[in-house]
């Protein structure tokens, strides 16, 4: 499979930031526009659809050219992440040279930051953004494009909502975020959706293939890995301290095989497994026989499974998570394992500060449909 040119990653960042320099969501003030692109995204194995996508953009930008003049003081600039940890890198650099040493004092610009790839690469940037002085973070705004291979944690759909919003028909909301504090661990940000369990250890398995393959093969190895599961981490009791969101805490056991906690509900992950269809954002399922996991993956993709037996869900704002052995930790696309000695592991909401824009309202998730 031909693999797609840095170049041609490179204009795509380029054409949607055009877009973006020319929006009418800054109507009176000049913008910096930041694409951040990592060419090594699912979306870039497909070479035929990068060159569709450029064709349509090519288009797109030439109408809105001759449409709208940018403030002749905004500025757009491309950056290329070559390897993994490089979009955090590069995210940093902009806070530092761009926005620190202009200061924060009188009318600077904003600095509109374009994430081009997948979940990986939006957590990436957003830690590095995520305890920045209340007077730096009013001047970002973050966008999420989807460009990986299941895009649960973008801002939107896909890339003609993003178009769309960048256009002007978007909305400015903050990002959600979650905060996991592994005993005896630095803590971890997830902007999507915490969990741990048996899909974590599949993320894991699929994140060690990835690299040893160029196509996306590597996810149907991994969701194989679950008959070796069991026998690697057998299932014992898992304790929840929850707080639910009216303020009550509740306390819950059982051997589950898989506990996963979101920003919000209407959530998903694994590329689009409906983990959390509707209001309530924890799930926990019980260990269950292998025929019976089978069934229950079936209808994570239409997020039926809530309605199973020995399914927990609840709206909750924190949750305290107590093992007696190891287990894998996913956050975002992420994951590390973490050992008996590590928990208790808490996981609860917190404000970011960092603005995005989104069209979230114009896809209804399963739950709403």
């Known amino acids: 499979m031909r693999s797609v040119s840095v170049e041609d990653a490179r204009e795509i960042g380029a054409s949607f930031a055009e877009l973006a320099v020319r929006s009418n969501l800054f109507p009176r003030s000049p913008v910096h526009v930041h694409a951040i692109v990592s060419p090594a ?3 870039f194995r497909h070479p035929v659809q990068v060159q569709e996508t450029l064709s349509w953009l090519r288009m797109i930008v030439l109408d809105t050219a001759l449409a709208v003049e940018p403030n002749p003081e905004s500025r757009v600039s491309v950056h290329i992440a070559r390897y993994k940890g490089h979009p955090g890198i590069l995210a940093g650099e902009i806070v530092e040279t761009l926005i620190l040493r202009e200061g924060i004092q009188g009318d600077p610009p904003y600095h509109f930051i374009l994430s081009l790839g997948g979940d990986g690469t939006h957590q990436e940037i957003l830690n590095t953004l995520v305890d920045l002085p209340q007077e730096v973070l009013e001047r970002i705004i973050v966008f999420r494009l989807p460009m990986g291979t299941g895009n649960d944690g973008a801002d939107v759909e896909d890339l003609a909502s993003a178009a769309k919003c960048l256009l002007g028909e978007g909305r400015f909301g903050e990002v959600g975020s979650l905060r996991i504090q592994p005993k005896g661990l630095k803590g971890i940000y997830a902007f999507n959706i915490a969990s741990i369990g048996i899909d974590a250890f599949v993320t894991h398995t699929a994140n060690q293939l990835k690299t040893r393959f160029n196509t996306d093969i590597y996810r149907k190895i991994a969701d194989v890995s679950v008959l070796f599961y069991p ?6 009791t898992l304790e929840m301290e929850i707080t639910l969101t009216d303020g ?4 819950v056991s059982g051997k589950y095989v898989l506990a996963a906690f979101g920003v919000s ?3 998903s992950y694994g590329n689009h497994k409906w983990i959390l269809p509707g209001e309530e954002n924890l799930c926990a399922i019980l260990d269950r026989s292998l025929g019976k996991k089978l069934k229950l993956k079936n209808l994570l993709y239409t997020g039926k499974h809530v309605r199973e037996e020995g399914v927990l869900v609840r709206k909750a704002r924190r949750v305290r998570l107590h093992y007696d052995a190891s287990l894998f930790l996913q956050y975002d696309g992420e994951a590390i394992r973490l050992e008996k000695e590590n928990f208790p592991c808490g996981i609860e909401i917190v404000s970011t500060r960092i603005r995005t824009l989104n069209y979230r ?3 209804p998730t399963p739950a709403s449909k």
């Open 361 to 363: 309202f114009s896809s």
């Open 265 to 267: 509900g209407h959530r």
């Open 231 to 236: 026998f690697l981490f057998p299932t014992r």
């Open 248 to 251: 009550r805490v509740e306390q």
């Open 41 to 43: 995204s699912g979306f």
